[in-house]
């Protein structure tokens, strides 16, 4: 069967992209030039983005047209994902914990919520997603300031990290991971359902080489996983232009 790839210059490579911090600033919209590279690159490879976040938030950040410009979309590590447009089968979160348990969380997040010492709150506190559920203090609605506050409030006071502890030690017959890969909130999964999820689905492709882009890939980030990962060659990135001048050497762009 001839792939729908073979028209591409190297049809058994794929790249993979995290989004906030790699193709986007944090929260905010793809760069028209981050835009063009990717348009190029796609002649040559096969590509994709594997983010933490859900796919509403991925089209807000890299455009309406998101699930037509890339190859692979996954979302929330890829418990959410689209190959050429159309929707692969995956799992569920709700499925895994299971309704009683599920309940069991929210209760205990919400009374923590309302135990603790916070400048500010908004809204959205909990965001329960297809794959993981994402849990907020000051709450998802807070805007880009309120955001870089607490991240600023949060790096004194450890207020994710203090949330994390008392959730582990609550639900220790659980087998979660909890992720702090953004600004705002942590996110709450299965264990093994980090980035390197997503690569299930691209299993039966052969691809002879995986790159992966990341920009939070030290120990505790949750790009460390796949970067780490013997399938995939990993790169460090700081910054969006960063990502643009790696790949305009590496595939020469
Ligand atoms: O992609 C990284 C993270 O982005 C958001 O984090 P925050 O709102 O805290 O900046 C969230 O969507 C989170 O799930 C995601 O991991």
Same mark, same amino acid.
């Given at each position: 069967m001839i792939s729908e790839f073979a028209y591409k210059e190297r049809p058994d490579t794929l790249v993979l992209f995290d989004v !906030?911090? %790699? $193709?986007?600033?944090?929260?905010l919209t793809i760069s028209d030039e981050v835009k063009f590279v990717l348009q190029a690159l796609r002649e040559k490879v096969v590509i994709g983005f594997v983010g933490g976040s859900d796919l509403s938030k991925q089209v807000e950040q890299l455009g309406a047209t998101v699930l037509a410009d890339f190859d692979y979309c996954f979302s929330e590590n890829g418990l959410t994902a689209y190959r050429l447009g159309t929707e692969l089968a995956s799992q569920s979160f709700i499925d895994w914990i299971g309704e009683e348990e599920y309940n069991r969380f929210v209760v205990f997040v919400l009374k923590y919520l309302s135990s603790i010492e916070l400048p500010k709150r908004r809204g959205t506190f909990l965001e329960f997603r297809n794959g993981m559920v994402n849990i907020s203090p000051i709450g998802r609605n807070a805007s880009v300031q309120e955001r870089n506050e607490f991240e600023a409030y949060d790096k004194e006071h450890q207020v994710r990290a203090k949330f994390v502890q008392a959730l582990k030690k609550e639900f220790s017959h659980l087998d979660l991971t909890y992720s702090? =890969? =953004?600004?705002?909130s942590f996110d709450v999964f299965p264990?093994?359902? !980090?980035?390197?999820?997503? $690569?299930r689905h691209v &299993?039966? &492709?052969?691809? @002879?080489e995986i790159h992966f882009f990341g920009d @939070? %890939?030290? &120990? =505790?980030?949750?790009d460390w996983e796949i970067y780490n990962d013997p399938r995939t060659i990993g790169h460090s990135v700081r910054s969006p232009e960063d990502t643009v001048r790696i790949l305009r050497e590496l595939f020469d762009l």
């Open positions: !906030d911090g %790699t $193709l986007t600033p944090a929260r702090i =890969g =953004g600004q705002i264990t093994g359902w !980090d980035k390197t999820y997503c $690569l &299993e039966s &492709e052969n691809f @002879k @939070k %890939t030290f &120990e =505790g980030g949750n």
